[in-house]
């Protein structure tokens, strides 16, 4: 089983001894959906499926953030920030700009990455060394300002 899975029950109790529908809520879907992309599919409960349920819901919640913001709806954009830094205790740290920066340019390196043709390599690669440790969108930026 999964480390994380593991925390996330744990962390859903106790939210439930306190009465946080919010943090019940959040966990409780993501839950359902790690078991749904493995157990139900027939396939084992791991952390890096886990994480990426978890990714893919801050994800998603920092998009309806800005479109509730930009709707003047602030107060479903704090309910959903509020799910949002739930889900950011489970997920590794975001490494820097210059963190990224440094793995893509030794990807290059090693790949022998000569122009943006090999854009679709070269972000495999460095998505795969990242592991969630990074946006996708900043590693495709500083991917195609890498390559000539």
């Known amino acids: 089983m999964s480390e994380i899975y ?3 029950m744990a962390d859903m109790k106790a939210a439930m001894k306190e009465h946080d529908t919010v943090a019940v809520n959040a966990i409780r879907g993501v839950i359902a959906k790690a078991k749904d992309l493995t157990v139900n599919a027939g396939k084992d409960m791991t952390d890096e499926a886990v994480l990426a349920v978890l990714a893919k819901g801050a994800k998603q919640r920092e998009e309806s953030i800005a479109q ?3 709707a003047g709806r602030a ?3 704090a309910a959903e920030q509020k799910e949002l830094d739930l889900l950011k205790k489970y997920l590794p740290a975001q490494l820097g700009e210059a963190e990224v920066a440094a793995v893509v ?3 290059i390196a090693e790949t022998g990455a000569a122009s943006k043709k090999d854009m679709g390599r070269v972000m495999k690669e460095t998505m795969a060394r990242l592991k969630g440790q990074a946006d996708g969108k900043l590693v495709s930026r500083l991917v195609g300002a890498a390559l000539p």
């Open 6 to 8: 593991d925390r996330l």
């Open 68 to 70: 509730f913001t930009a």
């Open 75 to 77: 107060e479903l954009a």
């Open 105 to 107: 340019k030794a990807v």
